[in-house]
C-alpha cells in the first residue's frame, strides 16, 4: 500500500519493520508523540483521522497513506 525509503533514515542492519492496528474512537486521540528514529505508515481503513503535525492540522480520509519520518511530532 506504500512505501518509505529508510536509506537516508536508518541504518538497516539491526532495524525491524512492524506492524500494528489501532483503533481511535470518535472523538477519542492519541496521545502527542515524536519519530525519532521511528518512521511509521500508517493507513487510515474507515473514517476521517484529524492529525496535528507539527502544530498543523492536516485531515486524512478512509484510504490514505500516512507517513511520518524522523523528527515528526504529532498527536
Same mark, same amino acid.
Given at each position: 500500500?506504500?512505501?518509505?525509503?529508510?536509506?537516508?533514515?536508518?541504518?538497516?542492519?539491526?532495524?525491524?519493520?512492524? %506492524?500494528?492496528?489501532?483503533? /481511535? #474512537?470518535?472523538?477519542?486521540?492519541? !496521545?502527542?508523540?515524536?519519530?525519532? +528514529?521511528?518512521?511509521?505508515?500508517?493507513?487510515? %481503513?474507515?473514517?476521517?483521522? /484529524? #492529525?496535528?503535525?507539527?502544530?498543523? !492540522?492536516?485531515?486524512?480520509?478512509? +484510504?490514505?497513506?500516512?507517513?511520518?519520518?524522523?523528527?515528526?511530532?504529532?498527536?
Amino acid at each position: 500500500m506504500g512505501s518509505i525509503d529508510l536509506a537516508s533514515e536508518v541504518q538497516l542492519a539491526s532495524y525491524q519493520l512492524r %506492524a500494528r492496528a489501532v483503533t /481511535i #474512537e470518535p472523538g477519542g486521540h492519541l !496521545a502527542a508523540h515524536t519519530h525519532q +528514529g521511528r518512521q511509521t505508515m500508517e493507513y487510515v %481503513a474507515q473514517g476521517t483521522v /484529524i #492529525e496535528v503535525r507539527n502544530g498543523v !492540522a492536516t485531515e486524512h480520509k478512509a +484510504g490514505t497513506m500516512v507517513p511520518a519520518m524522523n523528527g515528526v511530532t504529532r498527536w
